[in-house]
């Protein structure tokens, strides 16, 4: 039975109540906590159905919360809560969780801990009783910490780089912590492929979904109050589910089952981004399809497979927007490292040019489509007048004064400037705007 008191108080009631909590370090970690701030509290035990979200002050978590309250959305929006305190168990039916790694809300619990699942990310929490989950306590990320005075009773524990204390633990299926000892059976394997930590075989036959490889896609399930353990008989899925999950996050599409992995599914996951092509099915891959993907996006060539890569190919990707670090340099040309820098969606990168194809026409490109950062370094590199180059931008038009005046300004290019534009109208414009530099060059 459901049966709960949540309230809202201020932190001043909260240390006035509870001085106590203002010993732990954690309370208050960074001193940027004001008394008007809040705090979600409970005088007694609470049971809960359904899943308890830590991170109070993420949209979603905070439609919950209102909900929850029986509060208006906007309410919620308004007020700043930094913490939950519960003076008492927790009994939850579903999980705990705490998705975001980065940072979180102070918790602390008076008693014992009862749920399905535990996760535990950014926040910084403290349990004085025992945690007893059905399936997983897992714990990831260094931004926060978890104490748990009592005994961690749990199928499976993880820990991954987190600061996690306990005092005992039972885990009867699999325990990995990597500021632990580990079980030589339960470590991980590194993927130079996919530069991945890839969960051990020990873990993997324990989870109803087998094509769950790391600890990040295993938070994921959790995230998602998932039950993941094949021993409890999880709930099958359904396209539905998939295409859902998919939708919310491509890379899912990696973890949907071979049956439910069909053309459509994976048209949209591209639709949302190219990133997704490494996971659809590999009999779906075509050159037709990597043109389409490269043709939208330049930058979809880092992920097509080598063997649909030619000349082409890579020109195509340049006509796109692209760098040129993922092109392969076996296709690179003077005039595909021009096309790359012409159509290229951000500051061009000198620094990646091979010093063949750096000439004086390259150069002046270089300036004209941006800051030219890198200019001197490559002009000395590679025995090319800075100078020359400079003023054969300057004659390609006086828009290009900006690029000059802004970011290679010096009385030469000023005096040559004024050499070809002096009689024109605009000129007088690039004076004013510059005004600051032009008298420090008086001077």
Not at 184 to 203: A, G, Q, R, V
Not at 417 to 435: C, D, L, P, T
Request: glycine share 6%.
């Amino acid at each position: 039975m459901q049966t709960f008191n949540f309230k809202l108080i201020t932190i001043a009631e909260i240390k006035t109540k509870y001085p106590f909590l203002t010993e732990d370090e954690k309370f208050d970690y960074f001193d940027e906590w004001e008394d008007g701030y809040f705090f979600l509290t409970a005088d007694e035990d609470v049971n809960f159905e359904g899943n308890f979200y830590l991170d109070l002050y993420e949209d979603k978590e905070k439609k919950w919360l209102a909900n929850l309250l029986n509060l208006p959305a906007k309410k919620i929006e308004e007020i700043r809560i930094e913490g939950i305190f519960i003076y008492g168990n927790l009994s939850v039916s579903g999980s705990i969780i705490n998705a975001e790694g980065d940072y979180g809300p102070y918790v602390f619990i008076s008693g014992s801990v009862n749920c399905q699942s535990l996760l535990l990310g950014g926040a910084n929490v403290e349990v004085k009783g025992n945690v007893t989950a059905q399936e997983v306590v897992m714990t990831y990320y260094n931004h926060g910490s978890f104490n748990c005075s009592g005994s961690i009773n749990s199928p499976v524990f993880i820990v991954t780089d987190h600061n996690t204390v306990f005092a005992e633990r039972k885990n009867d299926l699999f325990y990995y912590n990597d500021r632990d000892e580990i079980d030589p059976k339960n470590e991980c394997e590194y993927d130079d492929e996919t530069d991945e930590e890839i969960i051990s075989n020990e873990l993997r036959k324990l989870l109803d979904n087998q094509l769950i490889e790391t600890f990040e896609e295993l938070e994921r399930d959790l995230a998602r109050g998932e039950w993941v353990l094949k021993q409890n008989n999880p709930p099958a899925k359904t396209y539905e589910y998939w295409r859902d999950r998919v939708l919310a996050n491509y890379r899912d599409l990696k973890l949907v089952p071979k049956q439910f992995k069909t053309e459509e599914l994976c048209n949209l996951a591209l639709n949302i981004t190219f990133h997704a092509l490494p996971f659809i099915g590999q009999d779906l891959i075509t050159s037709e399809l990597c043109e389409k993907l490269v043709s939208k996006d330049g930058f979809a060539i880092q992920v097509i497979p080598d063997e649909f890569i030619t000349k082409e190919f890579c020109f195509r990707a340049a006509q796109s927007g692209t760098m040129l670090r993922l092109i392969p340099s076996a296709y690179y040309s003077g005039e595909l490292v021009l096309l790359v820098f012409k159509n290229g969606k951000h500051e061009p990168d000198i620094n990646d040019v091979p010093a063949q194809f750096i000439t004086e026409d390259l150069l002046i490109e270089y300036v004209k489509i941006g800051k030219g950062l890198w200019l001197d370094k490559a002009c000395k590199q590679n025995g090319i007048d800075k100078l020359q180059v400079l003023k054969l931008v300057i004659d390609s038009g006086i828009k290009y004064l900006d690029n000059i005046f802004g970011n290679h300004f010096s009385k030469e290019t000023v005096d040559y400037a004024f050499s070809v534009y002096k009689n024109q109208e605009e000129w007088g414009k690039y004076i004013q705007k510059y005004k600051q530099k032009f008298e420090r060059l008086e001077k």
